[in-house]
């Protein structure tokens, strides 16, 4: 009866990822966060150039959205290097 009681009572213990696993996943959630934002910027760049006048202007933004887009496109290529091993 003891042990059925302390069964009960006892606390969930949590599976212990290895060092490593840790470090992944830390690495994976910080990389999912930095590609959307740097999607959203991206966005913006293109938003802001479609409504600029100045044509300089129109140009700085569509050229930091395309250096933009390269950079997600380039963490999203490593991000799945990351999670497929």
Do not use: H, W
Request: net charge neutral.
């Amino acid at each position: 009866m003891l042990n059925l009681f302390k069964a009960m009572n006892a606390k969930l213990q949590l599976r212990e990822f290895d060092p490593m696993t840790v470090q992944r996943i830390k690495e994976g959630a910080y990389l999912v966060k930095m590609i959307s934002e740097t999607q959203v910027a991206a966005r913006k760049c293109e938003f802001f150039a479609s409504n600029a006048v100045d044509q300089e202007i129109k140009n700085a933004f569509e050229d930091e959205a395309k250096i933009l887009k390269q950079g997600a496109r380039t963490l999203q290529q490593y991000y799945e290097s990351i999670t497929t091993e």
